[in-house]
Structures are given as structure tokens and as C-alpha cells.
């Protein structure tokens, strides 16, 4: 999948992006408030990406939650 999304948004995809506050200099070095935390989560994305292929997606059957009484997604009677 990161073939793909690096097709669409670059070699660095927006949804990965290297500190979560956008800081130029954030690194182990010099992290910001969140760089411990940001790291684990955006090497969890990243190696999703990295395994998940296409094939494996049409396999994948996309469960949506039931939609609650009252709710914005419950039909009208």
C-alpha cells in the first residue's frame, strides 16, 4: 500500500508525517512534547502500509458499526 499512497502524495505521505506538530527540527536529538508517542505511532502506520498489499485488501470485508435509534444514520420511519 505505500507504493500506492506514494503515488498519490510523495515520498513522505501527509498522513506520516515526521513530528505531529510539523516542526522542522524535531528529532530524537531535539523532540517535541509528543515525539515519543508520535514515533510509535507513525512507525505502527508506517509498517502497515508496508505490508498491506492490495490483494490482502479485496479479501478484507469493511464492517461498519450498527447505526443507533435516533442517530443521524438511522433510517426514518
Known amino acids: 500500500m505505500l507504493d500506492v499512497v ?9 498522513g506520516i508525517p515526521s513530528c505531529i506538530f510539523g516542526l522542522p527540527e ?3 536529538d531535539h523532540p517535541c512534547p509528543l515525539h515519543g508517542h508520535w514515533a510509535g505511532i ?9 505490508k498491506t498489499t492490495i490483494g490482502e485488501l479485496k479479501h478484507r470485508r ?16
Not at 506514494?6 to 501527509?14: C, D, H, L, T
Not at 507513525?42 to 508496508?50: E, G, K, T
Request: charged share 30%.
Open 6 to 14: 506514494r503515488v498519490f502524495e510523495g515520498e513522505q505521505p501527509a
Open 26 to 28: 524535531c528529532s530524537d
Open 42 to 50: 507513525r512507525d505502527s502506520f508506517d509498517a502497515m502500509l508496508r
Open 62 to 77: 469493511l464492517e461498519l458499526p450498527a447505526a443507533r435509534p435516533g442517530s443521524v444514520d438511522s433510517p426514518r420511519s
